[in-house]
């Protein structure tokens, strides 16, 4: 393990049932740099993401050998916190799925789960979250009008906001970007780059142009595997394995 990564698998294996989805996965996740996640579809990558903050204990037969660790503590350890472990460890999906609420009520639902009942505190809450999301400036004036009356683009910052608001450290993204137009996708990209500062960010991408764009490292996955994994540069110009350098160049997908 290096010694700064905050979050790690060893010897990871995840079974849905019969099928062997994850095979041996062993990662190191960098604190406050966006790692890419790439691969054709049906490699693993979403379940992989998941296994990160352990939602794939929503999924009926699905089980992992091998370790998880958040900051060197087992997340798969039936006494671990799976309540603080997602709240620490935050998801936002590819489609955006703001509650049927006002913007304010989104942003303000995860700290009221976690007991913040101050009206002040979470007007601030809301408002930093809004900012660190890139949306305050365009949503402002209208807190409290539903939050299905925004863009697409607008809907997917509102739940990174949603996010941010419960102060996670890690944030994980499954294609946040597949339901945006190349504008909305744009300003996601840019807000990565802004998170990164105070936040890690994993980001699972079909597009290459992206993780090219976004990430500090990047993981290539096939059939369950982690064939390669390093800092995006040397995996897109110098990748070590055949497989990784047929795949970044395009010859399959
Ligand atoms: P990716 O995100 O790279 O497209 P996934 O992680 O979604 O890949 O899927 C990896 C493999 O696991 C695929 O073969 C997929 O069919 C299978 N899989 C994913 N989710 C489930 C599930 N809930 N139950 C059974 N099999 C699943
Ligand atoms: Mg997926």
Redo the contacts with the bound molecule.
Sequence with gaps: MTETAILSTRNLN?Y??E?H??KEITIDIEPKRVTA?I????????????CFNRM?DL????RTEGEILFKGEEITSPVADVVAIRKRIGMVFQKPNPFPKSIYENVAYGPRVHGIRDAEALDAIVEKSLRDAALWEEVKDRLHSSALGLSGGQQQRLCIARTLAVEPEVILM??PCSALDPIATAKIEALIEDLKTHYTVVI?T?SMQQAARASDFTGF?YL?ELVEFGETTQIFEAPKNRLTENYVTGRFG
């Design positions: 995840l849905y049932g099928r989805a994850l996640l691969g054709p579809s049906g490699c693993g990558k979403s379940s992989l993401l998941r794939n999924v009926e037969n699905a499954d294609e699972v079909h996955m369950g």
